[in-house]
């Protein structure tokens, strides 16, 4: 075996369960025809990118090719932020300025470099299950320890008696994400608010803050206009703001985002610094130059989103009419549904019998469900129906 970093190396050689699944997908399709595969294993937008992104990606090209493809700075070009600031104040009036954006390769690389910034090793990141897997990479990677609160499988908020346990002086920061991958949830006001006073609570008894990371991919992917998401920043001031355009503007393989430290916080200055220190150590410095320009004439919109609710209804309607439970899902695009079957892996690989693709709800953190991505076509998931039906019939639902 090769005398290296065998972590990196483990890292690389194990493909997640939902790779895994979209593999499987793949295989499957070749053997049966793509028609007949209903594949729900991936958070993949399926509706195209605002056409104005497009037509300045071309614009871009054709104005000035060589200062469009060179190097911005290592934080981001300065009107890009200058422009992301103005449209997060207009949106949220949260007086954020130029001097708070990083721009990145999207919330991943946010998520990394947020981590990287506030952690020492052997600090402590919490996250509430159920949380996107990647989560403990990117945590265990900066030499810091990832503490799970378990799920609240009532509603799929957060179990705030285990949460108060889990916050000792050993925690440097939680993450949070809502509207949420896996569940679909939006945190409710009450959920915010409880938790904020948490988190100042705790800062206060333990003399340090516990900062909040909040991973906002899905912020605009919210169906029910009852169902809020408020600026965290307005809310705590110890926040960073992990965002990303892949599913909002549907540019996720264009890898752009941002990271906001909120200049509320007094060391504001200090955690600015280690975010730009932490991007440059992981190599994460100057984010793809034409996106940080293309982005500029969407910001403040979205693609249209309106076949995501309308799959989420017909989805949502359709299995719990079938016996399926499954919490109400107000965002994101995923439904998390109770698994029949005590073991959530068993019960996707009866469900690909029926050539439904299905990921396991146990690299999130929590056991005894499985998700579905739809973010596919309303036409897919009408042709899924019958055997999503059979499916429960076999366990007699
Ligand atoms: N966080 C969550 C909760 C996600 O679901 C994803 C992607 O699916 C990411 C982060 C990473 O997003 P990006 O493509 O912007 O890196």
Do not use: W
Request: glycine residues 6%; contains cysteine.
């Amino acid at each position: 075996m090769a005398n290296i970093n065998n972590r990196m190396m483990e890292l690389g050689k194990v493909r997640s369960v939902i790779r895994e699944t979209f593999e499987y997908g793949n295989k499957r399709a070749k053997e049966i025809g793509r028609e007949n595969v209903y594949d729900f294993s991936l958070g993949n937008p399926s509706v195209p990118t605002p056409e104005i992104v497009d037509k300045e990606m071309v614009n871009l090209i054709n104005d000035n090719t060589v200062a469009v493809h060179g190097y911005t700075s290592a934080q981001g070009a300065e009107p890009t932020r200058i422009a992301i600031a103005q449209d997060i104040n207009r949106r949220f009036s949260a007086g954020v300025t130029k001097d708070d954006i990083y721009m990145t390769c999207g919330a991943a690389a946010s998520l990394t470099i947020s981590i990287s910034a506030l952690c020492n090793k052997g600090d402590e990141i919490i996250a509430i299950a159920p949380f996107f897997p990647e989560y403990r990479v990117f945590v265990e990677s900066a030499g810091a320890k990832l503490v799970v609160v378990p799920a609240d499988t009532e509603n799929f908020q957060i179990n705030f008696k285990e949460l108060s346990r889990l916050i000792t002086p050993k925690t440097k920061g939680i993450i949070i994400n809502t509207p949420n991958n896996p569940t679909g949830v939006v945190f409710s006001e009450n959920t915010i608010n409880r938790l904020c006073d948490i988190l100042r609570e705790k800062s206060k008894e333990f003399g340090n803050p516990v900062y909040l990371i909040t991973d906002e991919p899905y912020r605009e992917l919210v169906y029910d206009t009852d169902a809020k998401v408020p600026y965290l920043i307005n809310c705590y001031d110890h926040t960073l703001v992990c965002y990303s355009y892949s599913k909002s503007l549907s540019l996720p393989g264009d890898r752009i985002g941002y990271i906001v430290v909120s200049n509320k916080m007094p060391e504001h200055e200090d955690i600015y610094a280690a975010v730009c220190g932490a991007g440059r150590a992981l190599g994460f410095v100057c984010a793809p130059s034409i996106m940080q320009r293309a982005i500029l004439p969407a910001l403040g919109k979205t693609s249209d989103l309106s076949v995501y609710k309308k799959n989420r209804d017909l989805l949502y309607e359709s299995l719990t009419k079938m016996g399926y439970t499954c919490v109400h899902p107000d965002g994101a695009f995923y439904l998390f549904v109770k698994s029949p079957v005590p073991d959530a892996s068993e019960f996707c690989l009866k469900a690909r019998e029926y050539d439904i693709l299905l990921v396991p709800s146990d690299s999130f953190g929590c056991t005894g469900y499985v998700r579905i991505a739809y973010c596919v076509t309303t036409e897919m998931i009408q042709r899924s129906l019958p055997a999503f039906e059979k499916l429960a019939e076999s366990y007699g639902l």
